[in-house]
């Protein structure tokens, strides 16, 4: 099969799986159309068009091209999903479709254009350079990937649904006190009250804690030795259903 020919059905093939994806309303069909226009075609249009042949490069080795067109999806993947969300549309799955067969055919496209100034009868001009193509895209490429994953690392997208959280834990209190240390931190999004209830031996007991975002408690509470289990559940506010609950056993104290 000729290289435009590879070129054309790979662009074609974008093509179809976008479509798949915009119009099937199946899930396990439109998983099938991800996976080649997500995680091989954009690799594999950059490939082609980095190291098109003729050009006087050397060429990678199967392993090599296999782990560069993965690698060239995944960040095409990545940069084009930052990009799309902060547009006003948002990301979205038509969206996200285009992009990629976008970059797509635009690669493949490119790769046509190399192979035809590379061949005999074109111009002269490709052959005045001592400059390998190749090697300038891929320093290019990983310039513009970690400026990208630079400015991602920077940039605060917003998150109108995240919500918090909160740790708990308990451990053996240190010391002569034979007891357990209980510790709770808060990382939900506002000041949060929370009321901690601890058995062990039959007993019951409560405490109270009031904790802003980021701030921590630690409860020591001695502990005779019986046997079973000291058992530590925490509620948020007005719920009346367990949050968290840790235990230890009396015997390891």
Same mark, same amino acid.
């Given at each position: 099969?000729?290289?435009?020919?590879?070129? %054309?059905?790979?662009?074609?093939?974008?093509?179809?799986?976008?479509?798949?994806?915009?119009?099937?309303?199946?899930?396990?069909?439109?998983?099938?159309? #991800?996976?080649?226009?997500?995680?091989?075609?954009?690799?594999?249009?950059?490939?082609?068009?980095?190291?098109?042949?003729?050009?006087?490069?050397?060429?990678?080795?199967?392993?090599?091209?296999?782990?560069?067109?993965? @690698?060239?999806?995944?960040?095409?993947?990545?940069?084009?999903?930052?990009?799309?969300?902060?547009?006003?549309?948002?990301?979205?799955?038509?969206?996200?479709?285009?992009?990629?067969?976008?970059?797509?055919?635009? @690669?493949?496209?490119?790769?046509?254009?190399?192979?035809?100034? *590379?061949?005999?009868?074109?111009?002269?001009?490709?052959?005045?350079?001592?400059?390998?193509?190749?090697?300038?895209?891929?320093?290019?490429?990983?310039?513009?990937?970690? #400026?990208?994953?630079?400015?991602?690392?920077?940039?605060?997208?917003? *998150?109108?649904?995240?919500?918090?959280?909160?740790?708990?834990?308990?451990?053996?209190?240190?010391?002569? #006190?034979?007891?357990?240390? %209980?510790? %709770?931190?808060?990382?939900?999004?506002?000041?949060?009250?929370?009321?901690?209830? %601890?058995?062990?031996?039959?007993?019951?007991?409560?405490?109270? #804690?009031?904790?802003?975002?980021?701030?921590?408690?630690?409860?020591?509470?001695?502990?005779?030795?019986?046997?079973?289990?000291?058992?530590?559940?925490?509620?948020?506010?007005?719920?009346?259903?367990?949050?968290?609950?840790?235990?230890?056993?009396?015997?390891?104290?």
């Amino acid at each position: 099969m000729s290289t435009r020919r590879i070129d %054309i059905l790979g662009s074609a093939l974008a093509l179809t799986c976008a479509c798949t994806i915009w119009l099937v309303p199946w899930v396990p069909v439109r998983f099938v159309a #991800v996976v080649p226009l997500a995680l091989v075609l954009p690799g594999h249009a950059m490939v082609r068009a980095i190291f098109a042949q003729g050009n006087g490069e050397s060429q990678p080795t199967r392993s090599m091209q296999l782990a560069l067109v993965l @690698a060239l999806s995944l960040v095409t993947l990545i940069l084009g999903s930052l990009l799309l969300d902060l547009m006003p549309g948002g990301l979205q799955r038509f969206s996200w479709a285009a992009l990629l067969v976008a970059v797509t055919i635009i @690669a493949y496209g490119f790769s046509v254009r190399r192979r035809r100034l *590379a061949a005999p009868d074109a111009s002269v001009l490709p052959r005045l350079t001592d400059l390998r193509i190749g090697s300038a895209l891929l320093m290019l490429l990983a310039l513009v990937i970690a #400026v990208g994953a630079f400015l991602g690392s920077r940039l605060l997208l917003p *998150a109108p649904n995240a919500t918090g959280y909160t740790q708990l834990w308990m451990l053996p209190a240190a010391g002569p #006190v034979r007891g357990v240390e %209980i510790g %709770i931190e808060c990382d939900q999004l506002h000041l949060t009250r929370y009321r901690v209830m %601890i058995r062990h031996g039959g007993r019951l007991r409560v405490w109270r #804690v009031d904790l802003l975002p980021g701030r921590k408690a630690v409860l020591t509470v001695p502990v005779r030795a019986s046997r079973g289990y000291v058992t530590a559940t925490l509620y948020r506010q007005h719920f009346k259903r367990p949050y968290r609950q840790v235990r230890i056993a009396n015997s390891t104290l």
